[in-house]
């Protein structure tokens, strides 16, 4: 099974956050790729690459997004066969996305810091109650560096969770 990564803004495809959840999934015997998106900054466009990139695919794959790749990820999700999809503070509910509801048909969890100052961390409440998936609102911001080890321990579940339903 493939992990794809979709970044964030103002981040690149291989970030500090990446690598470390890319390694996770390495330990866990999962392929990995991170797409690069630092060329487009319109979130929609973005989802159109990642779209692009995994319209041939014919492994099982997951979907992980941080901050702008979160609302990527989820975007395409509806799109594809995602098996499951595993957002960090993801831009949803923002202003200026196009879209701004969302019909979930897969596994979906989320991980959101209580301090963050960019995406609210209610936009992600306000989609696990629509959605019903796992929210986990942990300490730190946006960028959620300071709880990276959690995070690190969330993602490592996820992918547990995920070769249990094989």
Known sequence: MKVYFSH???SGPWGSKIKR????????GYSVESIDYSDILDPDLRV??????????DEEFLLVGSSMGGYVSLVASEQVNAKAVFLLAP??????YKQQTYTNKTNVEIVHGWSDDIIPPENS???????????HLISGDHRLNSSIEVVEKLFFQFLISQKSKL
């Open 91 to 96: 831009a949803l509910f923002m202003p200026g």
């Open 21 to 28: 959840l890319a390694n996770v999934a390495k330990e866990q």
């Open 8 to 10: 964030g803004k103002e």
């Open 48 to 57: 159109e690459r990642l779209l692009n990139v995994l319209e041939n695919i």
């Open 125 to 135: 409440i306000k989609f696990a109650q629509n959605s019903d998936c796992s929210l």
